[in-house]
């Protein structure tokens, strides 16, 4: 449903309607420009070549400087969803399951049903603040359990997991000997502090990248950093697959690096003040919601609503949201991106509040 309501709002599009987009994570904010001249000078310098498909070795030396890690744990990736593929292929592809906290990104379970994994979800709810129940995530694992995903902040919910929580569900994964993947790709723009996964150190694996702290999202852009045997492995998938990303990309990159916390505080706090305005808004309707921690969501509910018939009806009243049931069991909820201009967004959020009155 979440790419049915996509199509439908281009088709719309295209047909000359304007319609405001708040169903995809896709921030209308620019590119830096010194990020596109720093391509666009490695171009014409001939970095056009095919490279190492582990990444160039300055851009993985300066991630591991920042995450405090060597340069071998640290492997690029096309953006951080083919790092959460690489990574879910390689631990999953003889079999297993895995266990993931919902509300979930729906690439999670799309990319262990296409590997033949099973998927075990550990519903969390918005009563309860979305915090994980660690008894009920222990009781989702068994022998054949081969990683948890953890995704922190949240999409959809901008939840950010509580030190305790977090603690102990590593505590859990290393008891069994479980791999968990962390995907923080919202994590240097959150509006509150947030437990990053390699503060625990052991094989444990984050993913990460450009899209979201840069607004890079088209630029493709990620990586991993992981056990050297890992990174080997996702090295060899590159080789396979992708070859590698970019050189010019990278070297944008290693600029964004270098302009790195004005950037981050320049987003962070143009989404804190666009949260901000959106719960002021809502919270007039008849709308529930917890307040984001962190950019670019809120996940409303209202009692009785088929979010799936409510995003169809409101995208016909030039408003694209995405539907609860996008993200699991959630029927009740839509989520709200927030990746429009302020206008944009405050017409389509009393849109909103006017269609579920």
């Known amino acids: 449903m979440l790419y049915e309501i996509n199509e439908k709002a281009l088709k719309l599009e295209s047909e000359g309607k304007k319609v405001i987009k708040l169903n995809i994570g ?12 720093a391509a666009y000078d490695a171009m014409k310098r001939g ?3 095919y490279s190492s498909a582990y990444g160039e070795k300055s851009l993985r030396e300066k991630l591991a400087s920042i995450h405090k890690v060597y340069g071998d744990n640290v492997v690029i990736t096309p953006g951080s969803k083919w790092g959460i593929f690489s990574v879910m292929y390689l631990l999953l592809k003889n079999g297993g399951n895995v266990v993931i906290p919902t509300p979930y990104w729906t690439a999670y379970a799309l990319t262990a049903k296409t590997l033949g994994a099973e998927t075990r979800l550990v519903k969390t709810e918005l009563d309860s603040n979305w915090k994980i129940d660690l008894e009920t995530l222990e009781n989702s694992i068994d022998r054949d359990t081969r ?8 999409n959809p919910t901008s939840g950010v997991i509580e030190e305790k929580v977090f603690d102990g569900i590593v505590q859990i994964a290393n008891e069994k000997g479980i791999t968990i993947l962390s995907d923080e790709v919202y994590a240097d723009i959150s509006f509150v502090k947030t437990k990053r996964i390699l ?3 052991g094989d444990h694996i984050l993913v990460t990248g450009f899209s979201k702290t840069f607004t890079m999202t088209g630029w493709r852009l990620g990586y991993v950093v992981a056990s050297t045997e890992m990174v080997e492995k996702i090295a060899k998938l590159n080789q396979i697959t992708i070859s590698n990303v970019p050189v010019f990309i990278q070297e944008a990159a290693l600029k964004a ?3 790195g916390s004005a950037i981050k505080e320049k987003i962070r706090q143009e989404y804190r003040e666009r949260a901000k305005m959106a719960c002021s808004l809502l919270s007039k309707s008849k709308l529930e919601f917890s307040e984001p921690s962190a950019p670019f969501y809120m996940f409303p509910r ?3 609503l088929d ?3 409510f995003a169809l009806s409101l995208l016909d009243n030039g408003v694209a949201v995405a539907p609860g049931t996008a993200f699991g069991d959630y029927r009740e909820h839509f989520r709200i991106s927030l990746t429009a201009p302020r206008d944009d967004l405050n017409t389509a959020l009393n849109k909103i509040c ?4």
Do not use: F, H, W
């Open 307 to 309: 979010s799936e018939k």
């Open 257 to 259: 690096l270098e302009l």
């Open 199 to 201: 503060e625990y150190g």
């Open 47 to 49: 970095k056009t070549k």
């Open 26 to 37: 896709d921030p209308d904010l620019e590119t830096p420009p010194e990020i596109v001249e």
């Open 302 to 304: 209202k009692r009785g």
């Open 147 to 154: 990683m948890i995903i953890l995704n922190n902040p949240n």
């Open 354 to 357: 006017e269609a579920v009155e």
